[in-house]
């Protein structure tokens, strides 16, 4: 799993590549942190190359999501595939996040 986290035009962006699964997950949290200080920035993830994702990994992203609302920034999806969009929908995750094409 290789995260990536820039800023772009105000917006941080986290490039999400590989297989978050429940082995990734711990070190993906870390690479992760840098989000946590969102104010009055929205978050991307960019799903692209993303492969798969585990229960831990929906985790990360409710943390991602509940940290940034607090803070009042959005937390958009961009570029997931259609094997992570049908694990998104039968969790009930595709209602809580915004997705962007």
């Not at 978050?20 to 991307?44: F, H, V, Y």
Request: glycine share 6%; hydrophobic share 40%; aromatic share 6%.
């Amino acid at each position: 799993m290789n995260t990536t986290i820039k800023e772009q035009e105000g917006n941080l962006i986290a490039i999400l590549e590989g297989r978050l699964d429940t082995a990734a997950a711990s070190q993906t949290e870390k690479d992760l942190k840098p989000l946590a200080d969102c104010e009055g920035r929205d978050i991307i993830l960019d799903c692209t190359d993303l492969k798969y994702i585990s229960s831990s990994g929906l985790r990360l992203f409710l943390n991602i999501l509940k940290t940034a609302k607090a803070k009042g920034s959005h937390v958009y999806i961009t570029g997931m595939s259609d094997s992570i969009r049908s694990v998104f929908a039968m969790t009930g995750f595709i209602n809580l996040f915004e997705f962007k094409s």
